[in-house]
T-cell receptor, first 114, second 116 residues
Framework: DTEVTQTPKHLVMGMTNKKSLKCEQH?????MYWYKQKAKKPPELMFV???????INESVPSRFSPECPNSSLLNLHLHALQPEDSALYLC?????????????FGSGTRLTVV | AQTVTQSQPEMSVQEAETVTLSCTYD???????LFWYKQPPSRQMILVIR??????QNATENRFSVNFQKAAKSFSLKISDSQLGDTAMYFC?????????????FGTGTRLKVLA
């Protein structure tokens, strides 16, 4: 298995909703990441997990809450989002936990906040 | 602060021809990593090639190769024998990791279209 699987592929949510994005990989990668990508823009780093511990939080608003329940799973919990949070949310993983390798990306979740 | 610049927003190339995408970056670091990623219209981003700054030898992966000029802070991607499947957005990225800090910065991308 050489994939990063993200679910759901599309999500529409209201500003008062609570939803979660899920990311899964079975490549034995020990570093996992959340990125946000707006249309026609490069990805922007949100969170980095290394060996299931949050190592980097790029000053992301608290309405985004990451969770890494085990070495294969990464969740992003969403609450009280704003329309400007609409974007493609990408999950990625990399070998080991040393953070020095290239990423394997998932296909992303297209989020629309209404 | 590190920056990554891709000065060519769009490029096109005829099938089977060679094309070079440019990338420059700005950093005061000595040890870092550079990457090229490809994002086809289906949107999944794929790692194309990786270069460690401490290695002088340019990285190659099949039809993809880089020209890494550390002193000039330049990291261009050459695609040989271009194929229709190479049509995608290409992102250059800079990475530096040290205890307590992690920088992974993408350029703004170059949209490449391979013409039949």
């Amino acid at each position: 298995d050489t994939e990063v699987t993200q679910t759901p592929k599309h999500l529409v949510m209201g500003m008062t909703n609570k939803k979660s994005l899920k990311c899964e990989q079975h490549m034995g990668h020990r570093a996992m990441y959340w990125y946000k990508q707006k249309a026609k823009k490069p990805p922007e780093l949100m969170f980095v997990y290394s060996y299931e511990k949050l190592s980097i939080n790029e000053s992301v608003p608290s309405r985004f809450s990451p969770e890494c329940p085990n070495s294969s799973l990464l969740n992003l919990h969403l609450h009280a989002l704003q329309p400007e949070d609409s974007a493609l949310y990408l999950c990625a993983s990399s070998q080991g936990g040393g953070l020095n390798y290239g990423y394997t990306f998932g296909s992303g979740t297209r989020l629309t906040v209404v | 602060a590190q920056t990554v610049t891709q000065s060519q927003p769009e490029m096109s190339v005829q099938e089977a021809e060679t094309v070079t995408l440019s990338c420059t970056y700005d950093t005061s670091e000595n040890n870092y990593y550079l990457f090229w990623y490809k994002q086809p219209p289906s949107r999944q981003m794929i790692l194309v090639i990786r270069q460690e700054a401490y290695k002088q030898q340019n990285a190659t992966e099949n039809r993809f190769s880089v020209n890494f000029q550390k002193a000039a802070k330049s990291f261009s991607l050459k695609i040989s024998d271009s194929q229709l499947g190479d049509t995608a957005m290409y992102f250059c990225a800079f990475m530096k990791h040290a205890p307590g800090t992690y920088k992974y910065i993408f350029g703004t991308g170059t949209r490449l279209k391979v013409l039949a």
